[in-house]
Nanobody, 124 residues
Framework: VQLQASGGGLVQAGGSLRLSCAAS????????YGWFRQAPGKEREFVAA????????YYADSVKGRFTISRDNDANTMWLQMNSLKPEDTAVYYC??????????????????WGQGTLVTVSS
């Protein structure tokens, strides 16, 4: 599976951005989609995830209520709508897909393929 993330950019605090991630290749066996981020000098962390059916979504506490993950299986695309952005949301955002059933899609180890990352910068 190849993943292409886009939509990053520079935004003022309080603003919004919508990230997209287009998947190609072996998309028929995707179990879940996820977004992770890595801020400068920090480890990569979980942001949000959604199962293929859309029946379950997961969010990091730091983004709950501000970010929304969604997907369109027919289009092999997922999105991350980010509202009320804060300077601490500044990071490179990575999309990922899981090709198998996993007990916890908040863990990086659940994912098999990763996109190249898109930079989000939130100014104060």
């Amino acid at each position: 599976v190849q993943l292409q993330a886009s939509g990053g950019g520079l935004v003022q605090a309080g603003g919004s951005l919508r990230l997209s991630c287009a998947a190609s290749g072996r998309t028929f066996s995707i179990y879940a989609y996820g977004w992770f981020r890595q801020a400068p000098g920090k480890e990569r962390e979980f942001v949000a995830a959604i199962t293929w059916s859309g029946s379950k979504t997961y969010y990091a506490d730091s983004v709950k209520g501000r970010f929304t993950i969604s997907r369109d299986n027919d289009a092999n695309t997922m999105w991350l709508q980010m509202n009320s952005l804060k300077p601490e949301d500044t990071a490179v955002y990575y999309c990922a897909v899981a090709h198998g059933l996993h007990s916890d899609y908040r863990r990086q180890g659940a994912y098999d393929y990763w996109g190249q990352g898109t930079l989000v910068t939130v100014s104060s």
